[in-house]
Each structure stands twice: as structure tokens, then as C-alpha cells.
Antibody
Framework: QLQLQESGPGLVKPSETLSLTCTVS??????????WGWIRQPPGKGLEWIGS???????HYKPSLKSRVTMSVDTSKKQFSLKLSSVTAADTGVYYC????????????WGQGTLVTVSS | DIQMTQSPSSLSASIGDRVTITCRAS??????LNWYQQKPGKAPKVLIY???SLQTGVPSRFSGGGSGTDFTLTITSLQPEDFGTYYC?????????FGQGTKVEIK
């Protein structure tokens, strides 16, 4: 059973870059079965997909965030990462990493989430 | 982007009640519709995928239906542990989008 764990700073200053890493355990990282994705949730609000990346490095980003988002993978460490630049208070929220199961097309495994606050 | 609209936004029901949540897509998504349950402070958990497939380990009192633009999630006999917020999500066309959520409370 795949397990995911987010890590990274909990506080980021406005205009700076948010950086998070997701570490995968309990299964194969280099599998074409899953896209590795990021989803966020502002406090008290709903879920927003940010983007996804395949182990090969192929990416899909939400168009409205595309200019600020970069995702990458490190297969040797079984990790994938998110960078979101030029953050504002609107980027505050819980960030989840998750697997997107291809074929059945749903978010199957989720990390516990990490709260990122954008504030000076 | 495909817009997903859930109704109601919240509901309160008694143990044993039948509960139905609806989700409408702004365009046809065939059957690419998933349902998640989220409890306070926890990550979402998938219940139903591709409209009606029950995820392994999810109780059979949960069921999904629909196709095209209109979908339902039904809990046939509400249990105390079913409180939380339920989200629909379309995976027909990127960017993947979620409904705004339906908060279920136990009376």
C-alpha cells in the first residue's frame, strides 16, 4: 500500500517561493500506473488540483497556476516536489500530495497534508 | 474548466436515514466522476470512482450513479461515522475540478 508524506516550510513570505516535497513509500515509484499530484485546500474551503507529474517527468499543470508552478521528480529518493513562485496570502492552505490512478482516473492515495501559511 | 456544482451544501440527517447528494457538471463528463469523503483535519478518501465503482474497503451502504452531467452519491443507511464533507470530482478533462462540497451532519 502506497504511503505519501509531505514536507516543507510551514511559513512562506509573500512574493517568495513555496517549496514542498512528497516522499513515497510502500510501493513502486517508477510505475506508469500513477501520476503524482498536488492538491490544495484553503482554510475552510474546497479542493483545488494544482498539477501532476509522471515518474518520467511529464507534467500537467492547472492553466491558471501554470506560470508559477514547477514540479519535478527524484526517482532515486522516491520523491516528487512542488515549487510555487510569487506567493500571496491566497496561496495559504493545506497542501496534499496524492496519486492519480491512470485508467480508473481518480486520486487514490493521499498524504496527510501540510499547512502552508503565506505571511510576512 | 469544467464546473462541478453539488447540492445541497449541507444537510443534517438521523442515523438510519437514506441520504442523497447530487453533483452536476457544466458539460458532459460521461462517467468520469469520483466521490470523496473528508473528515475534519484529515485528507480526503475516495469512496466511488467512475461514477459507480465502489473503492475497495468502502462499506456497501455507499453507492454512486449517473452519467453525462448529473450524478448522485447515496448512503442507504446513515451511520455515525459518515459525518464529514463529501466532494465530487471530474476526471474527464484536465484541469481536474472538484465540487464545492456537501457537509453531512448527524442529528
Amino acid at each position: 500500500q502506497l504511503q505519501l508524506q509531505e514536507s516543507g516550510p510551514g511559513l512562506v513570505k509573500p512574493s517568495e517561493t513555496l517549496s514542498l516535497t512528497c516522499t513515497v513509500s510502500g510501493g513502486s515509484f517508477s510505475s506508469s500506473r500513477y501520476y503524482w499530484g498536488w492538491i490544495r485546500q484553503p482554510p475552510g474551503k474546497g479542493l483545488e488540483w494544482i498539477g501532476s507529474i509522471l515518474y518520467s517527468g511529464s507534467t500537467h499543470y492547472k492553466p491558471s497556476l501554470k506560470s508559477r508552478v514547477t514540479m519535478s521528480v527524484d526517482t532515486s529518493k522516491k520523491q516528487f516536489s512542488l515549487k510555487l513562485s510569487s506567493v500571496t496570502a491566497a496561496d495559504t492552505g493545506v497542501y496534499y500530495c496524492a496519486t492519480f490512478r491512470q485508467g480508473d482516473e481518480y486520486f487514490q492515495h493521499w498524504g496527510q497534508g501540510t499547512l502552508v501559511t503565506v505571511s510576512s | 474548466d469544467i464546473q462541478m456544482t453539488q447540492s445541497p451544501s449541507s444537510l443534517s440527517a438521523s442515523i438510519g436515514d437514506r441520504v442523497t447528494i447530487t453533483c452536476r457538471a457544466s458539460q458532459s463528463i460521461t462517467r468520469y466522476l469520483n466521490w470523496y469523503q473528508q473528515k475534519p483535519g484529515k485528507a480526503p478518501k475516495v469512496l466511488i470512482y467512475t461514477a459507480s465503482s465502489l473503492q475497495t474497503g468502502v462499506p456497501s451502504r455507499f453507492s454512486g450513479g449517473g452519467s453525462g452531467t448529473d450524478f448522485t452519491l447515496t448512503i442507504t443507511s446513515l451511520q455515525p461515522e459518515d459525518f464529514g464533507t463529501y466532494y465530487c470530482q471530474q476526471s474527464y478533462s484536465a484541469p481536474w475540478t472538484f465540487g464545492q462540497g456537501t457537509k453531512v451532519e448527524i442529528k
